[in-house]
């Protein structure tokens, strides 16, 4: 199941998302973080009264208060990605989240000591050739990628140490976040006085677009190996590039071109290995004892 959410989580995150917020173009990017915060607390409280009569009472500990700073990273996450699409730089962020796997991987083996095989290393050693490649034909720091890639990783590593609930979790998150995004909507310019009911009707719709995605990724965080989810990663911004250059009109230059292919190469050189490791193992022929031989003791 840790596959199918994050399959589930990927994709909604490469196509559904930012569809979803190229929608709302006409409103500032800070409106469209507070109404997902709000819209969202909305629906992660009413989904928890729900389980709450099938799971019985839910209880947090000290180590929960890590949340508050999972909920801040992923504030500042959606913050630059929400500016990064409504401002045509939909390819930036897409490189951001190429980048990313290979920072959850390298956070995974210095913080969880997880070791990759042979063949998953030199699918990570190609994957980060090829960022390097695109980081030095560029000939500037490309910090929104950067920034997206790592926030990212930081929150992965952070629901991955905190063992939570997902919808929990992600609950905390968006209730410490709730206070500052009514502030935000109250006592700010918030530019939606010119709003219809279609804006307003996809902003009470980013509460769904916001939560269910990484509520499934939660949930195949508490399941699968960091690497391999960071890996698996590379999904979201395939769609998001390819949504960019087809859809929007974003120009797709040569040098981005081969990192997609090269990104796609290490991807199915890792998806293999993972394959050819969850195969069992053979089990050795049972050679029939002859007949009148005494059973050995």
Same mark, same amino acid.
């Given at each position: 199941?840790?596959?199918? $959410?994050?399959?589930?989580?990927?994709?909604? &995150?490469?196509?559904?998302?930012?569809?979803?917020?190229?929608?709302?173009?006409?409103?500032?990017?800070?409106?469209?973080?507070?109404?997902?915060?709000? &819209?969202?607390?909305?629906f992660?409280?009413?989904?928890?009264?729900?389980?709450?009569?099938?799971?019985?009472?839910?209880?947090?500990?000290?180590?929960?208060?890590?949340?508050?700073?999972s909920?801040?990273?992923?504030?500042?996450?959606?913050?630059?990605?929400?500016? =990064?699409?409504?401002?045509?730089?939909?390819?930036? =962020?897409?490189?951001?989240?190429?980048?990313?796997?290979?920072?959850?991987?390298?956070?995974?083996?210095?913080?969880?000591? /997880?070791?990759?095989?042979p063949?998953q290393?030199?699918?990570?050693?190609?994957?980060?050739?090829?960022?390097?490649?695109?980081?030095?034909?560029?000939?500037? !720091?490309?910090?929104?990628?950067?920034?997206?890639?790592?926030?990212?990783?930081?929150?992965?590593?952070? *629901?991955? !140490?905190?063992?939570?609930?997902?919808?929990l979790?992600?609950?905390? /998150?968006?209730?410490?976040?709730?206070?500052?995004?009514?502030?935000?909507l109250?006592?700010?310019?918030?530019?939606?006085?010119?709003?219809?009911?279609?804006d307003?009707?996809? !902003?009470?719709?980013?509460?769904?677009?916001?939560?269910?995605?990484?509520?499934?990724?939660?949930? =195949?965080?508490? *399941? !699968?190996?960091?690497?391999?989810?960071?890996?698996?990663?590379?999904?979201?911004?395939s769609?998001?590039?390819?949504?960019?250059?087809?859809v $929007?009109? /974003?120009?797709?230059?040569?040098?981005?071109?081969?990192?997609?292919?090269?990104?796609?190469?290490?991807?199915?050189?890792?998806?293999?290995?993972?394959?050819?490791?969850?195969?069992?193992?053979?089990?050795?022929?049972?050679?029939?004892?002859? #007949?009148?031989?005494? #059973?050995?003791?």
């Amino acid at each position: 199941m840790g596959v199918i $959410y994050a399959l589930g989580a990927y994709l909604s &995150w490469g196509l559904v998302v930012p569809v979803h917020f190229r929608l709302l173009d006409g409103l500032p990017p800070w409106t469209i973080l507070a109404h997902r915060i709000a &819209w969202s607390s909305l629906f992660v409280v009413l989904l928890l009264a729900v389980l709450h009569r099938r799971r019985g009472p839910v209880r947090l500990s000290r180590r929960h208060g890590l949340l508050a700073l999972s909920a801040a990273i992923i504030a500042a996450n959606w913050s630059l990605y929400l500016w =990064a699409v409504q401002n045509g730089r939909m390819l930036e =962020a897409s490189l951001g989240y190429f980048i990313n796997p290979l920072v959850s991987v390298a956070l995974g083996a210095a913080f969880l000591g /997880e070791r990759l095989r042979p063949r998953q290393a030199a699918a990570v050693a190609l994957a980060t050739a090829a960022v390097v490649g695109v980081v030095i034909a560029a000939g500037t !720091l490309p910090w929104i990628a950067l920034t997206l890639a790592v926030t990212f990783a930081v929150y992965a590593l952070i *629901r991955k !140490l905190v063992p939570v609930d997902p919808i929990l979790g992600f609950g905390v /998150e968006t209730i410490v976040l709730l206070p500052a995004a009514l502030a935000y909507l109250t006592l700010a310019d918030a530019g939606t006085g010119n709003a219809g009911p279609r804006d307003w009707g996809l !902003l009470a719709l980013t509460g769904l677009s916001t939560s269910v995605p990484l509520i499934w990724f939660a949930s =195949a965080a508490s *399941r !699968l190996k960091l690497s391999t989810l960071g890996l698996m990663q590379y999904l979201a911004p395939s769609c998001l590039l390819l949504l960019s250059v087809l859809v $929007y009109g /974003e120009t797709l230059t040569p040098v981005r071109l081969a990192l997609f292919g090269l990104i796609w190469i290490a991807l199915a050189l890792y998806a293999w290995d993972a394959l050819r490791a969850a195969r069992p193992a053979p089990q050795p022929a049972l050679v029939p004892r002859p #007949e009148g031989c005494p #059973e050995a003791r």
